[in-house]
C-alpha cells in the first residue's frame, strides 16, 4: 500500500475513533442516568451499589466513552468480565432508552465467582461493593506507575507500590486510600507504623446512641486506643502501647460505611441485630484533613469532599430492604433509586436513619453549563 494512503487509512480510523468517543460523551451529557434496576430476587443490594456507581462521573465518562476497554487485564481470575459486565450495565442505565432494566447478566457473572451472589437471599450491600471494588481494581490493574528511585521513598510510598505492584487501575485511582496505623510504647515512646489500603472507611457507631455525627464516629475510629502486651523493638519485653491510626493517603472518592450490624450473644447463642441510630452527616464541606497524618498533610490545603450517593437499608436482620440516594451529575437534583422505581426527592430527605454507606467526592462537580 503506497504510503500517502497508507496515512489516508490511519486518518480515517483516527476520526471514526474520535467520532465514537464524541457520540459516547454526548449520550453521557443527555443520558438521562434515571433507568431503574429490576428486583430479581433480593437483589436490591446489588442494585443499590450499581445506582451509586452510576452516578460517580468520573467512573461513568470512562466507561461509555469506551475508554476501558484498553485496559482490561485478561491475565486475572476474572479475565475482565466483571468489569465488561459492570460497563455495560452502566452504557445501557445512561442512554435514556428505558424506564427500568434488568441486571441478569451482572448478577450471572459475578455469581461464577462468589457463591453467595448465586441465589435469591438478601446479601449485604457493603460486602457485595468491597469484593466488587476489588474485582474491578484487578480486571483493570494494568497501568503502569512511573518508575521512581525507590531507596529514597517515604515509607508509605514504598508500602503502596508493594500494594500495587507497580500497577494501578482507574478504580484504585479513584476509590483507594492508605492507613497509617502506629504503635507507641507508652515506656520508652518508641514507635512502629505500618501502611494498610483500604477502598473504604468502616465505621463504628457510638454504643446507646439514638443520634450521632459523622465526625462522632470518624473520632472514634481515628483516636487513639490503648493495647496490652506489645513487643516493643527497643525495650525487648511486653509493653502497655497507644495505637493509633490515620490517613496516609486520600482517595478522591472517599466511601463510608456504618457498623449498623452487630453479634448480640444472648446465652443461646449469637444473633445479628442492627443500629437504627440518626448518623448526621453533611452533604458539602466534609473537611477530612484533622484525620490525616500530619508527616502526610501537602501544602495544597484541604480536599472538600461533597455527597453524592447513600446506600440506605431499611428494616432489620430478619427482612431489610435497599435504596439508593444519588445527586445526578445532569440535572443537578437528587433522585431516589427504589429498584425499577426511580423519582425526585429533596435534599433535605437524604440524610436518614437508614444510611448505610456514604460516597463522598473531592473532584470538582458538573459544571452549570454541562446541566439539562
Same mark, same amino acid.
Given at each position: ?15 471514526? %475513533? ?9 449520550? =453521557?451529557?443527555?443520558?438521562? &442516568?434515571?433507568?431503574?434496576?429490576? $428486583? ?13 456507581? #452510576? $452516578? ?18 485478561? *491475565? ?8 465488561? +459486565? ?9 442512554? /435514556? ?29 457493603? +460486602? ?40 494501578? #487501575? ?14 507507641? @510504647?507508652?515506656? @520508652?515512646?518508641? +514507635? ?22 459523622? #465526625? ?8 487513639? +486506643? %490503648? ?16 495505637? %493509633? ?23 443461646? /447463642? #449469637?444473633?445479628? %441485630? ?6 448526621? =452527616? ?12 500530619? !508527616? ?15 446506600? $440506605?437499608?431499611?428494616? !432489620?436482620?430478619? &427482612? ?5 440516594? @444519588?445527586?445526578? *451529575?445532569?440535572? &443537578?437534583?437528587? =433522585? ?11 435534599? *433535605? ?19 452549570? !453549563?454541562?446541566?439539562?
Amino acid at each position: 500500500m503506497p504510503q500517502n494512503m497508507q496515512i489516508q487509512v490511519k486518518k480515517k480510523d483516527s476520526l471514526h %475513533k474520535l467520532s465514537l468517543i464524541i457520540r459516547a460523551i454526548i449520550a =453521557f451529557k443527555n443520558g438521562r &442516568g434515571l433507568t431503574g434496576l429490576k $428486583n430479581l430476587g433480593n437483589t436490591c443490594y446489588m442494585n443499590s451499589i450499581m445506582q451509586c456507581l #452510576s $452516578n460517580t462521573t468520573a467512573l461513568v465518562e470512562y466507561f461509555v466513552t469506551h475508554s476501558y476497554r484498553k485496559h482490561i487485564n485478561r *491475565s486475572n481470575k476474572t479475565q475482565g468480565r466483571i468489569v465488561e +459486565e459492570v460497563a455495560a450495565l452502566i452504557k445501557v442505565l445512561w442512554n /435514556g432508552q428505558y424506564k427500568y432494566i434488568s441486571s441478569k447478566d451482572l448478577r450471572y457473572i459475578v455469581g461464577q465467582y462468589q457463591q453467595i451472589f448465586r441465589g435469591i437471599e438478601q446479601q449485604d450491600s457493603h +460486602e457485595f461493593l468491597t469484593i466488587l471494588m476489588d474485582w474491578l481494581h484487578s480486571d483493570l490493574q494494568t497501568l503502569k506507575i512511573a518508575d521512581s528511585p525507590r531507596t529514597n521513598l517515604p515509607a508509605s510510598q514504598k508500602a503502596w507500590l508493594e500494594f500495587t505492584k507497580s500497577r494501578e #487501575s482507574l478504580i484504585l485511582r479513584l476509590f483507594y486510600g492508605q492507613i497509617k496505623s502506629t504503635v507507641k @510504647c507508652m515506656q @520508652c515512646s518508641k +514507635e512502629s507504623a505500618t501502611y494498610e489500603c483500604f477502598s473504604n472507611l468502616s465505621l463504628e457507631l457510638p454504643q446507646n446512641a439514638n443520634r450521632c455525627d459523622l #465526625s462522632d464516629c470518624l473520632d472514634m475510629y481515628f483516636n487513639g +486506643e %490503648k493495647i496490652r502486651g506489645w513487643n516493643c523493638p527497643s525495650c525487648k519485653d511486653k509493653r502497655d502501647a497507644i495505637k %493509633k491510626l490515620d490517613i496516609s493517603k486520600l482517595p478522591p472518592i472517599l466511601v463510608v460505611h456504618f457498623k449498623r450490624f452487630y453479634a448480640d450473644s444472648d446465652g443461646l /447463642g #449469637s444473633t445479628y %441485630k442492627k443500629k437504627q441510630s440518626f448518623v448526621n =452527616f453533611p452533604l458539602i464541606n466534609l473537611n477530612m484533613n484533622s484525620y490525616v497524618a500530619r !508527616s502526610e498533610l501537602r501544602t495544597g490545603g484541604s480536599k472538600m469532599y461533597h455527597l453524592y450517593a447513600v446506600s $440506605n437499608h431499611y428494616g !432489620s436482620m430478619e &427482612g431489610g430492604h435497599y435504596t439508593a440516594f @444519588c445527586k445526578s *451529575s445532569v440535572y &443537578g437534583k437528587w =433522585f431516589k433509586f427504589d429498584d425499577q422505581s426511580v423519582s425526585a426527592i429533596d435534599s *433535605s430527605e437524604v440524610v436518614s436513619s437508614a444510611a448505610y454507606i456514604l460516597f463522598y467526592s473531592c473532584l470538582p462537580e458538573a459544571p452549570q !453549563s454541562d446541566v439539562i
